[in-house]
C-alpha cells in the first residue's frame, strides 16, 4: 500500500535504507534533520500488512529521491511525484531494486541526467593538506550567511538559493577559504547531508579567478578533517575530471556512479 508515512514508521524506513547507506545518505540524512512534519519535506512510503517498508519516496522542496526493493509499488509511487502539486526540478535516480525509476514517469520526462562517480574515503587513506600561505581556511558561522548567500549566488552551475546556503550553514557545515575575516570568499566546501556516521560533501566551489592555488583541496581538506573528528566517513560524487583528480589527490576512492536527473514536463 503506498501512503504517506510517518514517525512511527521511522524504524522500518530506516532498516531499509540501511541497505544502501552511502547511496541513501540524503534520505537517511532528511530523515534525521528533518523528520516526517514538514510542509517542505514528505516521505511516502510501500507499506506491507506486516509494517515493512518495501520503498521509500521523499520530497525535499521541488527535490524528489526513491529509493526501493525489486518488488515494490514502482507505479505507485510514481503517481505520486506526477501529481504531486509542488512539481519536481530534480531527482535522484538510484533506486536500488530496478536500474532507472524514470520509466514510470508519466507527467515528467528527463530533460539532463548526469552520471557521476561515487566516491569515499577511509580514515587510514586520507591524505590531508596545509592551507596554502597568506590562506585562512575555517568553519563558516551563521553571521558568514550573506557573504555565502552572495557567492553561491555567482557560482554558475554550482549556485545555491538562500535556503540553500542556509540550511547547511544551520544543519550540518560548511567550509570556506578567506584571506582575511570579512574579505571576499575564495572557495567553499560543505555537507549536503549527514547521518550518525558519514557526510555528503558538496558545494565544492572556487570561482575561476582564484583557481590553481590548491584552494578546493584545502576546503576539502579541513571539511573531511572535521568530519573524521566527529567519527564520519565523507561520501561525495563528481562529474568535473578536475575535481576527480582532488578528490584522488585526498585519498578517495571509488564506488560507483550516482544518477542525477533534471525533469521537465512532458508536451
Not at 118 to 135: C, K, S
Not at 232 to 256: C, D, M, R
Request: hydrophobic share 45%; proline share 5%; net charge neutral.
Amino acid at each position: 500500500m503506498i501512503r504517506q508515512l510517518h514517525e512511527s514508521d521511522r524504524a522500518a524506513a530506516v532498516a531499509l535504507l540501511s541497505q544502501s547507506p552511502i547511496y541513501n545518505l540524503y534520505l537517511l540524512g532528511n530523515l534525521h534533520a528533518i523528520g516526517f512534519d514538514k510542509a517542505f519535506c514528505q516521505f511516502w512510503g510501500d507499506v506491507a500488512v506486516d509494517g515493512q517498508v518495501r520503498a521509500v519516496l521523499n520530497r525535499y522542496m521541488a527535490n524528489w529521491v526513491i529509493f526501493g526493493l525489486p518488488g515494490a509499488d514502482w507505479v505507485g509511487l510514481a503517481a505520486i511525484l506526477d501529481g504531486h502539486v509542488v512539481g519536481v526540478q530534480a531527482l535522484q535516480d538510484n533506486p536500488g531494486g530496478i536500474d532507472s525509476w524514470l520509466a514510470f514517469l508519466h507527467r515528467y520526462q528527463a530533460k539532463r541526467v548526469v552520471e557521476a562517480n561515487v566516491m569515499a574515503l577511509d580514515a587510514g587513506d586520507f591524505r590531508p593538506v596545509d592551507t596554502p600561505a597568506a590562506i585562512r581556511v575555517r568553519r563558516a558561522e551563521m553571521g558568514d550567511l550573506p557573504r555565502l548567500v552572495d557567492f553561491f549566488a555567482h557560482a554558475g552551475s554550482m549556485s545555491r538559493s538562500p535556503a540553500g546556503v542556509e540550511r547547511p550553514l544551520r544543519d550540518t557545515r560548511v567550509w570556506l577559504a578567506e584571506t582575511d575575516p570579512g574579505t571576499p570568499i575564495l572557495s567553499t566546501a560543505l555537507t549536503n547531508a549527514e547521518v550518525a556516521d558519514r557526510g555528503m560533501i558538496g558545494g565544492v566551489y572556487t570561482p575561476p579567478q582564484f583557481r590553481n592555488q590548491g584552494l578546493s583541496r584545502a576546503v576539502c581538506s579541513a571539511l573531511c578533517a572535521d568530519l573524521f573528528a566527529d567519527k564520519k566517513q565523507p561520501v561525495l560524487y563528481w562529474e568535473n575530471p578536475a575535481a576527480g583528480s582532488v578528490y584522488t589527490k585526498l585519498g578517495f576512492h571509488a564506488i560507483g556512479v550516482w544518477r542525477s536527473v533534471t525533469l521537465e514536463a512532458t508536451s
